[in-house]
């Protein structure tokens, strides 16, 4: 069973907009941080917004001002409101999240031990 779920990928033109979900498959777990990531061919998975329980949040430079990330710490769910898309925004997205993590490691790569299993955002020119 895979523990989180994503939805809201899709093609998109240059300039639109695009709202990624994600939920976490049952209440069992204990979260301390949730972000989304993006992977394009090629590249390295880059952090591309995170929100930890305590209220902490982080944007990739590119993102900041096109992307907001929300989350209920109650319901374990994060949404991703992206606007202003770029081609180079097209990447594979996950859901990510940490049951083990404080203040800045929250937000690095190696915090996150559940994932989702992608949803593919195409941005075209």
């Known amino acids: 069973q895979v523990p989180l779920v994503e939805s809201g990928g899709g093609l998109v033109q240059a300039g639109g907009s695009l709202r990624l979900s994600c939920a976490a498959s049952?209440?069992?777990?204990?979260?301390?941080?949730m972000g989304w990531y993006r992977q394009a061919p090629g590249k390295e998975r880059e952090l591309v917004a995170g929100?930890?329980?305590?209220?902490?949040?982080y944007s990739a430079d590119s993102v900041l001002g096109r992307f907001t990330i929300s989350g209920d710490n109650a319901k374990n769910t994060l949404v991703l409101q992206m606007n202003s898309l770029k081609p180079e925004d097209t990447a594979m997205y996950y859901c990510a999240a940490s049951r083990d993590c404080s203040g800045y490691a929250c937000f690095t790569l190696v915090a996150y031990d559940l994932w989702g299993q992608g949803t593919q955002v195409t941005v075209s020119s």
């Open positions: 049952g209440s069992r777990f204990s979260i301390n941080a």
């Open positions: 929100i930890s329980s305590s209220g902490a949040s």
